[in-house]
């Protein structure tokens, strides 16, 4: 454990440094949801114009089964290259849309492209043994074998199928997350191999169109991945040239990290906003993790509060100063720019209070926090929220579910009648979830049963 050094002070809660931000750059903006989804439902139209314009045509069961064919490898080339453009780390549509439900598409666009692409496999190889007269398992190892890129296609489809058994919740809850990551990059390789192969198509072969719109896509859905998952983090590396300054610790299982850099100011980093963070230590370096800033960002220096519940996590601890850091981000949108009441509740859990902790010092208007741990030790920053709390009039209500008596907390079941009690005239205000996945679920539970409408309910998970 290392001290932080003068030259990096504690945050000072409840008051405000007045520092010059730049102006935001254009990819900064936010994405909308719903503009996202109409283009990516656009983009599938005309992926499958000229397959669906030759549906008069079909004649008889093999043509038929053709042209399902034709229909599920459009659909599911297409979907590779939108599974991939949605994890680029694209900043719009990080602070638009927001990580972790782009992570749910992705999650749900994977499940799609595996039914589609077994479903083109299954139509085309129905049609070729159809036509053929051979036996099933002649006529599918032939095609195989014989049909154009085939053998890439079939390897594809293998590790597209062995990133989906990974994937399964029951199998990924025994792997280790970095075992997990690096596998999910075989992803990469599927949709490569594949790529030649769907240039076969009837529907490339006959139209410029076509194999110019199927270029273009993957070509930009490649760019925006060099761009922002590889080449921008290497210059704000270089840039910013990160380090660690010191490590304090707040509970037993808890710690938070300080870094300082340069020009920490042209971050553009958000109150609620996180990085993924990779520090250049032993056993560290090779793996990324996503930590919230727990302080508002300033020229100084950026403090992240962690709990130590991984090998990654526990590590944080032994941290030494002057460690070379590289930061990812800010990614996120669990940010002011959600709001859309005066009055707002913060709900945080355990170590979930780190984002909300920033936007408790930051959101203008009447805000409220509702702070819920199992044990009293649990309420890290527990002097930093009284303070600000103090300084802008706030109201925080500490529940703790093991009370004991030194816990100035309280008991408050998650439910809707307990938290309409607790906080008046709770469905008229913005709600910020964040903690452990069982809490946020039933938090989002009971305050849709308290009156509060989903569109005001805004959650960032980082259960990806």
């Not at 043509?63 to 994890?87: E, F, H, K, N």
């Not at 479903?119 to 599918?140: D, I, K, N, P």
């Not at 307990?418 to 008229?428: C, Q, Y």
């Amino acid at each position: 454990m290392s001290a932080v050094p003068d030259s990096v002070t504690r945050p000072r809660p409840g008051t405000r440094t007045r520092r010059r931000r730049p102006p935001a750059p254009p990819v900064a903006r936010r994405a909308r949801p719903s503009l996202v989804l109409a283009l990516v439902y656009a983009g599938a139209v005309a992926a499958t114009a000229t397959c669906w314009s030759d549906m008069t045509s079909i004649s008889g069961l093999t043509g038929a089964l053709a042209w399902a064919g034709r229909l599920t490898g459009l659909l599911a080339g297409y979907a590779c290259a939108v599974l991939l453009g949605l994890m680029a780390r694209v900043p719009s549509l990080d602070r638009g849309v927001g990580t972790d439900r782009l992570a749910r598409w992705h999650a749900m666009g994977g499940r799609y492209t595996i039914v589609l692409s077994v479903a083109h496999m299954l139509f085309a190889t129905a049609a070729h043994v159809a036509r053929s007269g051979a036996g099933v398992l002649e006529g599918t190892a032939g095609l195989i074998l014989d049909g154009p890129a085939m053998l890439e296609a079939t390897v594809a489809l293998l590790l597209l199928t062995g990133v989906a058994v990974v994937s399964v919740r029951e199998v990924r809850r025994r792997m280790r997350y970095e075992t997990w990551h690096y596998l999910h990059f075989l992803t990469y390789g599927a949709v490569f191999l594949g790529f030649g192969h769907q240039l076969t198509g009837p529907d490339f072969a006959g139209s410029a169109v076509m194999s110019v719109f199927w270029y273009a896509l993957y070509v930009s859905v490649v760019t925006l991945l060099v761009w922002y998952r590889f080449l921008t983090p290497v210059h704000r590396a270089l840039r910013h040239r990160l380090r660690v300054a010191g490590v304090r610790r707040e509970s037993s299982t808890v710690v938070s990290v300080y870094l300082t850099g340069e020009r920490l100011d042209e971050l553009g980093a958000e109150p609620g906003q996180f990085f993924r963070w990779r520090f250049l230590a032993p056993g560290m370096w090779w793996t990324a993790n996503p930590y919230s800033l727990s302080a508002p960002a300033n020229a100084r220096f950026l403090r992240i509060t962690v709990k130590g519940v991984g090998d990654h996590s526990g590590a944080l601890a032994g941290l030494r100063p002057g460690t070379r850091v590289w930061a990812e981000g800010p990614y996120g949108a669990l940010t002011a720019a959600r709001r859309r009441r005066p009055q707002v509740l913060l709900v945080g859990g355990g170590v979930g209070i780190s984002p909300l902790r920033t936007l408790f010092e930051t959101l203008p208007g009447e805000v409220t926090l509702v702070y819920m741990a199992r044990r009293d030790e649990e309420l890290i920053l527990r002097d930093e929220l009284d303070a600000i709390a103090a300084a802008r009039g706030a109201t925080i209500h500490y529940t703790v579910d093991e009370l004991t008596g030194s816990s100035g907390g309280r008991s408050v079941p998650l439910t809707g009648r307990a938290l309409r009690t607790l906080i008046p005239g709770l469905a008229v205000h913005d709600v910020y979830l964040c903690g452990p996945t069982g809490m946020t679920v039933a938090a989002r539970h009971a305050l849709r049963r308290a009156g509060v409408p989903g569109r005001r309910i805004h959650v960032e998970s980082f259960d990806f």
